[in-house]
């Protein structure tokens, strides 16, 4: 029997503001229909401390973060997934903080050296491979030069981490979510 | 030029002390209180968000000028600062005009890194009607190492220079085309690489761990 893949979806939505269940239940619908184990992590149900900036994860315990929680465990869970799903508001053109207090934690998933890609210092990888990265970015009103934005912290991301990142910002208000979320995937799947 | 005005120092660095983002912060604080009778506060987000709130949204309340200075993480802010703007949006009123500031650093050398953070935060000062006063984005942040300016002589000359060149402009109330960022890097690329590359190896070292730099503890097949 061939394994499923895995998914994992990391939803960002905030106490208050845009609800995020309806997209994110069409998003597990629409994975599970193409085969993929899915597992969603609302953010904002789970205490991850805030990254301090100490690089022990680098320099003491080389790709292990030393605050135990579950800032720890999400690296490890995200680098044997297969698909990783940012499903977040749009906060001012980016990520919502309860997504970016996860995403903070992720550094011991690069090594620290500098090295030159493209023109460009980066940190290399520790891994071989990276999970492809899907990002859903939700608002409820319309606006091109936040969005504009947010494409480009998504391309920023993909440069940094070596997936391969695709996503899109979706208006609840005038786009079909179920469509958005299939157009989505098929550039994946 | 503008007499008594407030100005509040958010420092968004998790360090509670010797950050890039408190040096910077510092020096501009310094160079604004040698000029001019401003008055000066600063608060630690990190170790003030979850507690006490309040404080935070009541001194940016009676401030005319908020500086927002916060080390780059993962291309954006770190998650404690976004917090820190959601809360200011939603306790700031109208009743005067104050202007943001940033100071922004990251530890990759060039400073382009931070154009997406300062993107957001741009965007921010429009969306909720603060003016908009430019900063500092510096890259190679690292070999600041939460030193004082002063102290670190010629590296930090060019920066220093830059802030002395930000606060005559923010006495005067003058304001520079395009996005009012100074752009500056501390260390040129290639010697901040080499450097930097040399020193995580040492002090991995120090921690007997410098065989284990490239493991892979979370792989799984």
Partial sequence: ?189 | MNENRKVLFLIGSPKKSRSTSESMSDYLAETIVKKVDWHIEKIHILSTIHENPDRIAKAAIQSDLIVLAFPTYVDSLPSHVIRTLMLLETRLDNSKERDLMVLINCGFPETFHNDNALKICRFYAKQTGLNWRGGIAVGAGGAIIGKKLAELGGMAGNLMKNIDLLTDRLIKDEMLQDDGILRVQTVPTRMYNMAGNMGWKKQAQKYGVQDRLYDKPDLKI
């Fill in chain 1, 1 to 189: 029997m061939v394994a499923n893949i895995k998914a994992l979806i990391l939803n960002g939505e905030m106490d208050k503001g845009i609800d995020l269940s309806a997209i994110s239940q069409t998003l597990k619908d629409a994975l599970e229909d193409r085969n993929y184990d899915v597992e969603e992590k609302k953010l904002k149900e789970i205490e991850i401390k805030p990254c301090m900036g100490c690089y022990a994860c680098w320099i003491k315990t080389p790709g292990k973060c030393i605050i135990d929680d579950y800032g720890r465990g999400l690296v490890s869970e995200m680098i044997n997934s297969q698909l990783i799903v940012y499903l977040t508001p749009v906060v001012y053109g980016g990520y919502s903080p309860e997504l970016k207090k996860a995403l903070d934690r992720i550094i011991p998933l690069l090594l620290p050296f500098f090295k030159k890609i493209k023109g460009e210092v980066h940190h290399p990888k520790r891994y071989d491979t990276y999970p492809d990265v899907l990002v859903l970015g939700i608002t409820d009103k319309e606006n091109y030069e936040e969005e504009v934005i947010f494409n480009e912290l998504i391309g920023r991301n993909a440069l940094n981490w070596y997936s391969t990142f695709k996503g899109r910002v979706i208006d609840i208000h005038n786009d079909s979510l179920e469509t958005a979320v299939v157009e989505a995937l098929e550039g994946r799947i």
